[in-house]
């Protein structure tokens, strides 16, 4: 008797409590997701580890053996040139997370801002440019579009990153638009204009705030393709300029593995892996936890 | 009835459609109608196969079989010779060297071709060769071989300046008669007839020209021993030239020696008359992998350079280089070291690596240099990109020519970091005060990994890593730009000769040959200008050798390149085909001699 008691207080608190702690509650119970977090966690910490000196640094050593076998000394063995692989694929972890987060990052943060204001001022000349801003983007093939910015902006560091920025807010941008049509006609809105409260107010400080369960799914999809973006245009020889990533390395094994060495390929491809799929499971759970139709 | 009626119709119509499936096939198939066909293939295409842009070894391959120049490089024997080919003998050359006169061989024709009147091919006559020189310097043909003869012929350049009129007479240049053709030099050019050897200086008609106008440069007609039926940038097919003259193979003349061609069947070619296919598929495959396959396959290309991925798979010991014993029976393989040079210099226009107003700092600079080639690994360099078989030597001047010198000290080949760390450390350089070196790279993953190894042996003498800059540009062209214009501080680079005489290295560092010539290093050194220019004039002998050898010293000594490697080539072609397919130097002028065994 007590234990149905106790269940039914719990349902109710939980069905009382925000939007926000229900869907935490929810993600906490994804195995999957948690799985995916985890994974994801470690592979920040080798990031952080990069970041901080602790580890990686001997990544550009050519003190090497050509081509050695997995050892003590080389865990994953060396390349062609004598440089550690494992040294190589733990410092294109920190490569990967950079690239992500900013990425993911600016092109999020743009891509609420637009969509917010064209959602906002929807059918008047702010949501004509931006949508026409969006169309034009979208028309151009990614690969072509980064080709070219990085032919515009050659020497530059990070050509790569500004085309992803430049074609990664779009999606979230007319997400986040839909979802301000559908807000501004609530009645907090209605009562924040009633009080005189200035439209940029208005935007920035009550709408977009309720934009954050989309913004977050769409910035964690928008870090995955942006590390998987980053290996292909490195592969293409359009990516990290100046480092190594782990499409760089797979690029160098595109000659090892025809003289019959895989270790490059191996675990610039087994590292990919493990984030992209652990960062998917991640995102597909978060997608699901902040769904406001399962969210109950 | 009508039933039978309509399966008889219906196997009628598939067997005239399989006839006729059959019958294409068989047209396209070679072997149906008994033609030689001989499979070659190029790392890359040739752009235009106009003479007057025959700058790259692949536009020249082809010119060399179309067309006909007036000398050539023996077939077989190395270190390279001159022959002629559609001269009858070696130009007569006057006492003070500045005037040759040259006779052509008479009753030789250009192909058949409607460019000529009721579309018969005329017989080749000096004038042709002196209005294919002009063309040249003309400047709507954007010649990409003017420098070739600029300044040297007489009245040449004068005739360009003056619109490059056709019709006028140049007096340095000029057809004594029908055969016989007179050159008149403004100072001594002993390369001169090294310069005729070359596809820059192929005959061409003057008819073909202004008829086929811009399309000339797909559209050969020339007098060479194949003619092209097909070219675009996956394939270029020669077909023989039913009119090349007869002239049967001395092998002896050619260079032939038993003891290093025995084995390849060349014997077979004795007293015969080339050439001796009816066609030549020459296959352009940009990928080693693709062409690798196509060749190993059997049924496809005939001739591949091995991919260096492919050592292991295809020798059983690289030095000597030896085919696998279950590959003997199957292909033929050459190796040779390569007319050519790999080397890496500073760009002496930048004042924190090169020449400085200051004696004292322009000392440390040089100390920096010296530093930066001590520690620069060759062997490590050959082993992990060369497969361990190049020839590293101190100096520009490869071993391909006779002015090499053997014994010239290897401490600049030799890699000692200790030294470099106490001459970086006597000269007041450390980490703090060590320039920023940029190195330019045109973006591929081999000129990536080239830099990432010379990272790897700067951070070993204390050269900070992050001092050791990555500029990336998107194509060879535009980082060779960068280099025309002086705009990095170090150059790394490769040279193949164009001619078989060291002067064609030594010109890389003449002062004024600086950028954008083809002096990358600016360097400029009072001493070396003026033997370069004393050489210049002179014939090879001993006494050119030596002011070759000590101008190569200069270089050493100066610290302003490291040098030299030269990469060992191995060529591989199918066991049935006769033949000696080398393309340096020598280009495609051996193509006429390739034979197939009979199956």
């Given amino acids: 008797m007590s234990g149905a008691v106790e269940i039914a207080a719990t349902t109710e608190r939980r069905s009382r409590g925000s939007l926000w702690s229900k869907a935490v509650y929810k993600l906490s119970r994804d195995r999957f997701g948690m799985v995916g977090l985890a994974v994801v966690g470690i592979y920040l910490i080798v990031a952080l580890g990069v970041w901080f000196g602790v580890w990686g640094q001997g990544w550009s050593d050519v003190t090497g053996p050509m081509w050695a076998a997995p050892s003590d000394e080389y865990r994953f063995g060396t390349n062609v040139i004598g440089q550690d692989i494992f040294e190589r694929a733990i410092y294109s972890t920190k490569v990967a997370f950079e690239v992500g987060l900013v990425v993911a990052v600016l092109s999020t943060v743009i891509g609420a801002i637009l969509g917010a204001l064209a959602g906002y001022f929807s059918g008047t000349w702010i949501d004509e440019i931006v949508l026409w801003l969006k169309g034009v983007l979208d028309s151009i093939p990614f690969y072509l579009f980064v080709a070219a910015l990085a032919f515009a902006l050659q020497g530059f560091a990070y050509s790569m990153h500004v085309a992803m920025i430049a074609t990664f807010w779009t999606t979230t941008g007319r997400l986040v638009r839909g979802e301000v049509i559908k807000l501004r006609g609530f009645e907090f809105v209605e009562a924040a204009r009633a009080l005189g409260v200035p439209e940029l107010t208005i935007i920035f400080r009550h709408i977009i705030p309720n934009t954050f369960h989309i913004l977050l799914v769409q910035a964690t999809i928008v870090f995955v393709a942006a590390i998987k973006s980053e290996v292909i245009l490195s592969f293409l020889g359009l990516g990290v300029k100046d480092g190594v990533s782990w499409g ?47 969210v109950t | ?63 060399l079989n179309v067309y006909d120049t007036l000398y050539a490089y023996k077939y077989l024997a190395r270190p390279y010779e001159l022959t002629t080919n559609l001269a009858t003998g070696f130009p007569k050359i006057s006492d003070d060297g500045l005037s040759y006169v040259i006779s052509l061989k008479p009753g030789v024709h250009f192909i058949d071709d409607p460019s000529f009147p009721d579309g018969i091919g005329r017989e080749v006559v000096a004038s042709d060769f002196v209005y294919s020189l002009k063309r040249h310097f003309d400047a709507t043909t954007l010649s990409q071989a003017a420098w070739v003869w600029q300044g040297r012929i007489v009245g040449l350049d004068e005739w360009k300046e003056a619109g490059s009129d056709y019709d006028s007479e140049i007096s340095g240049l000029r057809a004594l008669d029908a055969h016989t053709i007179q050159i008149t030099l403004s100072k001594p050019y002993p390369q001169l007839v090294h310069t005729l050897t070359m596809g820059f200086s192929a005959l061409v008609p003057r008819e073909a020209v202004e008829h086929y106008g811009r399309e000339f440069s797909i559209h050969p007609v020339g007098s060479g021993p194949f003619k092209m039926e097909r070219f675009d940038t996956a394939r270029a097919t020669l077909i023989r030239n039913p009119r090349f003259r007869a002239e049967s193979v001395d092998l002896a003349a050619l260079g032939f020696d038993p003891a290093l061609h025995a084995g390849l069947g060349l014997e077979a070619i004795e007293g015969r008359t080339p050439p001796f296919v009816d066609r030549v598929d020459v296959n352009f495959v940009t990928e080693d992998a693709a062409r690798w396959n196509s060749f190993s396959k059997g049924s496809e290309i005939q001739f591949a350079k091995i991919p260096t991925e492919q050592f292991d798979t295809v020798l059983s010991s690289k030095t000597p280089p030896t085919l696998k014993k279950e590959l003997e029976n199957r292909y033929n393989m050459v190796d040779f070291v390569e007319p050519g040079v790999i080397f890496n210099t500073f760009n002496m226009d930048f004042d924190e690596f090169g020449y400085h107003p200051d004696p004292a700092q322009a000392e440390r600079n040089t100390a920096l240099r010296c530093a930066v080639i001590k520690a ?40 000692d970091v200790e030294g470099a760390k106490q001459l970086l450390a006597d000269h007041g350089w450390n980490a703090d005060n060590l320039p920023e070196l940029v190195y330019g790279v045109a973006a591929s993953v081999k000129q990536r990994q080239l830099f990432e190894q010379f990272r790897g042996f700067l951070t070993e003498i204390g050269y900070p890593s992050e001092k050791i800059v990555l500029e990336q540009f998107a194509t060879f062209g535009d980082i060779s730009k960068a280099w025309k214009q002086s705009k990095l501080p170090f150059v790394s680079k490769g040279w193949n000769l164009d001619y078989p005489d ?36 002179m014939q090879e002998g001993p006494e050119r050798t030596a002011i070759y050898r000590r101008m190569n010293e200069i270089l050493v000594d100066s610290c302003v390149a490291i040098m030299g490697l030269s990469r060992t080539n191995l060529l591989m072609w199918h066991e049935n085909v006769i033949g000696y397919p080398d393309r340096n130097i020598v280009g495609g002028f051996w193509l006429r001699y390739v034979d197939l065994r009979e199956e």
Wanted: hydrophobic share 40%; glycine share 8%.
């Fill in chain 2, 502 to 537: 060291a002067e064609n290295v030594l010109q890389l560092f003449y002062g004024p040959n600086g950028s954008p010539g083809s002096n990358d290093a600016n360097f400029a050194d009072p001493e070396y200008d003026r033997l370069y220019e004393q050489s210049a004039v």
């Fill in chain 1, 248 to 294: 760089l390395m797979i690029a160098e094994s595109t000659q090892e593995v025809l003289a019959g060495q895989f270790n490059n390929f191996i675990w610039a491809s087994v590292f990919l892996f493990g984030l992209v799929m652990a960062f998917n499971l991640f995102s597909d759970a978060l997608q699901d936890a902040l769904d406001p139709r399962s």
């Fill in chain 2, 376 to 415: 620069f690994d060759w062997e490590q360099r050959s082993e992990r990109f060369y497969n361990g078989i190049a020839k590293i030597y101190p100096g520009i001047i490869p071993p391909a020519v006779p002015e090499m010198d053997s014994g010239m000290s290897r401490d600049s080949v030799t890699r």
């Fill in chain 2, 1 to 63: 009835m009508t039933s039978t009626l309509k399966i008889l119709g219906a196997l009628a119509l598939i067997c005239i459609a399989m006839a006729g499936c059959g019958d294409g096939g068989g047209s396209r198939d070679p072997a149906a109608s008994n033609q030689k066909v001989y499979r070659h293939s190029m790392d890359q295409a040739p752009v235009s196969v106009d003479p007057t842009q025959a700058a790259t070894v692949y536009s020249n391959f082809v010119v």
